[in-house]
């Protein structure tokens, strides 16, 4: 197996810590970032047990932030930058936060793009490197038939389209570009309630990572393999 290097935001919960334990366990070299390093325990005990786990901390809604990290880390190569802090506040018709329908599209939307912008020459060193966007199926507007959560759909649906983009933009580099759906995933974001556990929705994302080639760039896939109507 060949050793990668892996670049993950919001890895301090959820999806984004299984995708560092599942790297990590491989003997990937794994890049974990965080908004806050003191609420992130569990990341930093991973991180203490595996040398080839490194912590960072960065508030993806800093555009600035992301630059000056990608400076920081300027001389490495990026094989697979997955795209994954998000946020979900709540909304309904008659009830939505203006402010925080400005930040989801801030963490959930803008963030993947910059990322792309900032680690562009870290992506460029690697044998067709892969950038991930953790994107859900509530972005679908097709497959949208109960309506509300104004705030987490469009946004995620604003991001499917910079996926769309940045997949025909950085076709000349040699990178595949997509855009993911864990599934329905029980964790703090997703609820208890959730059909599958974070490392069922991993394992299935990691192959679809493994599989993904500069052929299927742009498209909207979920954790099982199979593609999502727009």
């Not at 569990?42 to 000056?68: E, K, M, T």
């Not at 400076?71 to 506040?89: E, K, Q």
């Amino acid at each position: 197996m060949t050793t990668q290097t892996i670049f993950i935001t919001g890895a301090n919960r959820g999806i984004g810590l299984e995708y560092v334990k599942q790297y990590a366990l491989e003997g990937h070299q794994v890049y974990a970032t965080v908004r806050d390093l003191a609420q992130a325990p569990a990341l930093q005990q991973l991180a203490a047990a595996h040398a080839n786990v490194q912590v960072l901390a960065l508030d993806v809604a800093d555009v600035a932030a992301i630059r000056d990290l990608a400076a920081r880390l300027s001389a490495i190569t990026v094989d697979i930058l997955i795209s994954n802090a998000g946020t979900y506040p709540e909304s309904r018709f008659g009830k939505t936060d203006p402010q925080a329908w400005l930040h989801a599209f801030q963490v959930n939307t803008l963030t993947t793009y910059y990322l792309a912008e900032a680690f562009l020459p870290q992506l460029r060193r690697a044998n067709q490197a892969k950038l991930i966007a953790m994107t859900s199926k509530m972005g679908s507007i097709e497959d949208n038939g109960s309506g509300g959560e104004y705030i987490y759909r469009s946004s995620k649906t604003a991001l499917n389209m910079v996926v769309k983009s940045l997949a025909l933009d950085l076709r000349e580099f040699n990178i595949a570009v997509a855009a993911l759906h864990p599934g329905w995933v029980r964790t703090d974001m997703g609820g208890p309630n959730g059909l599958i556990d974070t490392e069922t929705s991993v394992r299935g994302l990691r192959q679809v990572i493994d599989h993904l080639s500069c052929a299927q760039s742009g498209s909207f896939i979920a954790y099982d393999g199979k593609a999502i109507p727009w």
